[in-house]
């Protein structure tokens, strides 16, 4: 059976670690010098090392006859390990098994001194994966550790490691590999693969790989499965976009503020086993390298990528204003640091998205940013308050405010003139006159409106369909009027959700199963709420549509 690269060629002893001799000559010199922790922690990127090194580590203080610190490979401790017969050394997924009952149990076996081994080990990866109940347990025996147990502790992010936990490890930091180190590693392996793989080529796979020696190995796979004579063309070819094709469609979601696509991106790359963070910094880096070549004469040497990569990103670059890099760029930064700050991360970047898609509903800086650069580009006199005539806008520019997709929330904007506010109707169509009449329709629903008690149930309820919405209306408020339920939220954002109709399907259904009667939606908005609703880029935007120009929001 054919062993993927990355698997096969795990470094055994840590001289075949390349990159990290800040982790790999200290523990070397403290296990010559017979120093030996009780826990320890291997922190760094991806693909760099940690769990390769923890078991190397756990042979090397268990190996009967250990050479310059490094496991022999063929005392029978050492074979027993490689095999898998010698059960003192235990590894744990911690994304798995993250449970306070886990780590109980692990502390009710830890007392019991190794079959056959000197210590009894415990490797926990992606540590960060824990419970706060189990971290505290891990705590307390790390506090009172046997004299026979070691624990190594791995993880990406050691930033959601509790100091109690971290001040009892000795923690190593891996980084990331330089491109010569790597690319010098995979001549080796394809040589010992009886491949060839020349020098350029494996610098643009280093590079491809940003630091890390396990994507570069995935990398050589692909590449060598086209041809066992690697040149820069077949890494060209087999890298291509390297299924990154995602971050091109979800910049064009962006830019043609088309909320609905870039969800479907995101749902697909969520199925797909993706992490959301890791989505969120190659969208940044993708942010980034557009940005790059906007503004520098030559970006290339600063983006390492394949040239058809290139030349499709040089592509892209010329299509998405600098306004809306930046806001992206921005709004990613944000989501990742409340990531890592425990919020979920799957709606964290969906909301991350919405604000993109409509920067109406962003309050930062670089959504108004981005908004008075696109009202300047349609009506640069409107904007600058003067109403002389102006000349019409340009065919295509890309980021005019106008939403692509319908609206279903009646908005005094947006709802054209019915008896009652109706649901899902053409947006283009609006115009202030008609506007003002709808906007009367929601007002007259407000007065008689029903407080709806049952509101707390159906946002629970909401969880079963999408944890998304239930969270964006958590603690808000819903009336009933004529067969309608107005939901009360200062949260635009909430409301922007709701244009998505599979998200107005489980809103419904949630209401449904808890009312047991259909209703439609809308906002609630009393007549006193109406003026401070507005938007002051929305009245801007009047007055721009005054000066005879057509600015249509929502
Ligand atoms: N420093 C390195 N030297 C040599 N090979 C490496 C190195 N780092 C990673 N590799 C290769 O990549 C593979 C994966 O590495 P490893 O599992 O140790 O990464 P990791 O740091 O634990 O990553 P993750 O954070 O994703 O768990 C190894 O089997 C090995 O082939
Ligand atoms: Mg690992
Ligand atoms: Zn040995």
Request: aromatic share 4%; hydrophobic share 40%; net charge negative.
């Amino acid at each position: 059976m054919y062993q993927v690269l990355y698997r096969k060629w795990r470094p055994q002893v840590f001289a075949d670690v390349i990159g990290q001799p800040q982790v790999t000559k200290t523990l070397q010199n403290e296990l010559t010098a017979g120093r030996v922790a009780h826990a320890y922690l291997f922190t760094g990127c991806r693909g760099t090392g940690k769990t390769t090194c923890a078991k190397i580590l756990a042979k090397a203080v268990n190996c009967l006859h250990p050479k310059d610190g490094d496991p022999c490979g063929e005392c029978e401790i050492c074979r027993g390990v490689q095999d898998g017969s010698i059960m003192d050394i235990v590894e744990i997924d911690a994304a798995s098994n993250n449970g306070v009952d886990n780590i109980r149990m692990l502390r009710e076996e830890a007392n019991f001194t190794p079959a056959v081994a000197k210590y009894r080990v415990y490797i926990i990866d992606e540590v960060h994966m824990l419970s706060a109940g189990a971290f505290n347990a891990l705590l307390k025996t790390l506090e009172e550790p046997p004299a026979h147990v070691i624990f190594i502790l791995a993880t990406t992010e050691v930033q959601k490691i509790p100091a109690t936990i971290l001040s009892r490890c000795q923690r190593f930091d891996f980084h990331r590999i330089a491109p010569e180190e790597i690319a010098a590693r995979l001549r080796y392996i394809a040589g010992q693969e009886g491949a060839s793989l020349d020098e350029e080529a494996a610098m643009l796979l280093a590079r491809l790989a940003d630091g890390a020696m396990r994507d570069a190995l995935s990398l050589l796979d692909q590449c060598l499965g086209r041809s066992r004579d690697v040149t820069v063309e077949v890494v060209n070819a087999a890298a291509g976009l390297a299924g990154r094709e995602h971050l091109f469609r979800l910049t064009d979601a962006v830019k043609e503020q088309d909320s609905a696509a870039a969800l479907s991106v995101i749902d697909e790359m969520h199925k797909a086993g993706k992490d959301m963070a890791r989505l969120c910094e190659e969208f940044s880096s993708h942010l980034r390298s557009l940005m790059l070549i906007k503004t520098m004469k030559d970006a290339r040497p600063l983006i390492a990528v394949t040239n058809s990569e290139y030349e499709q990103m040089e592509k892209q670059a010329l299509t998405v204003p600098l306004p809306v890099i930046l806001h992206g760029l921005d709004t990613m930064q944000d989501a990742l640091e409340r990531m890592y700050r425990g919020v979920d991360r799957r709606t964290e970047i969906e909301m991350a998205f919405l604000k993109l898609c409509c920067p109406e509903l962003d309050d930062s800086k670089a959504a108004l940013l981005r908004r008075i650069g696109a009202l300047e580009k349609r009506a640069p006199a409107a904007v600058s308050g003067l109403t002389a005539p102006v000349s019409q806008p340009e065919p295509q520019v890309q980021t005019a405010p106008v939403p692509v997709k319908p609206v279903s929330i009646p908005t005094p904007q947006a709802t054209p003139e019915t008896s009652s506010p109706p649901e899902e109707q053409p947006a283009s169509a609006a115009k202030p006159t008609k506007a003002a009449a709808s906007a009367k329709s929601v007002v007259e629903l407000a007065e008689n409106a029903q407080p709806l008690a049952e509101w707390p149930e159906i946002v629970q309820t909401l969880k079963q369909y999408s944890r998304t919405i239930a969270a964006a209306f958590r603690g808000t408020k819903a009336y009933v009027s004529g067969g309608y339920v107005l939901i009360d939220s200062g949260n635009e954002m909430a409301f922007s959700l709701l244009r998505e109709s599979s998200q107005r399907d489980s809103m419904r259904r949630a209401i449904q199963q808890v009312t047991g009667k259909v209703y439609k939606l809308g906002p609630y908005r009393p007549a006193d709420k109406q003026e401070q609703a507005r938007d002051p880029l929305k009245l801007m935007a009047e007055r721009a549509e005054k000066a005879g120009i057509d600015v249509v929001e929502e």
